[in-house]
């Protein structure tokens, strides 16, 4: 990035702000559906019962918990990978 002169890094960095919120916004999306359909069973009020409410407590917080599990291994990795010289995609 350093090769860049100062638009081209603002662009790059309008580009990679859009694509985390893209990526945030499909991980989002893909939360709430899941939960959704693995806890939400009774249609007949508007509001959760307790039982749903709990399951969707549950849900997200697996979920949640399971993304952060993944990235903090994804990092290692890929630090162990920089450390190695192994580097990705070269």
Same mark, same amino acid.
């Given at each position: 990035?350093?090769?860049?002169?100062?638009?081209?890094?603002?662009?790059?960095?309008?580009?990679?702000?859009?694509?985390?919120? $893209?990526?945030?916004? *499909?991980?989002?999306?893909?939360? +709430?559906?899941? #939960?959704? @359909?693995?806890?939400?069973?009774?249609?007949?009020? $508007?509001?959760?019962? *307790?039982?749903?409410?709990?399951? +969707?407590?549950? #849900?997200? @917080?697996?979920?949640?918990?399971?993304?952060?599990?993944?990235?903090?291994?994804?990092?290692?990795?890929?630090?162990?990978?920089?450390?190695?010289?192994?580097?990705?995609?070269?």
């Amino acid at each position: 990035m350093e090769s860049l002169n100062s638009s081209e890094q603002q662009v790059l960095q309008g580009r990679m702000e859009k694509k985390q919120m $893209k990526e945030f916004m *499909t991980m989002y999306g893909k939360l +709430v559906q899941k #939960c959704f @359909d693995d806890c939400i069973t009774d249609f007949t009020t $508007k509001s959760l019962h *307790t039982k749903e409410e709990g399951c +969707v407590m549950r #849900c997200v @917080d697996k979920y949640l918990k399971g993304s952060e599990r993944l990235g903090t291994r994804f990092q290692e990795l890929n630090a162990s990978m920089m450390q190695s010289g192994q580097i990705p995609g070269r």
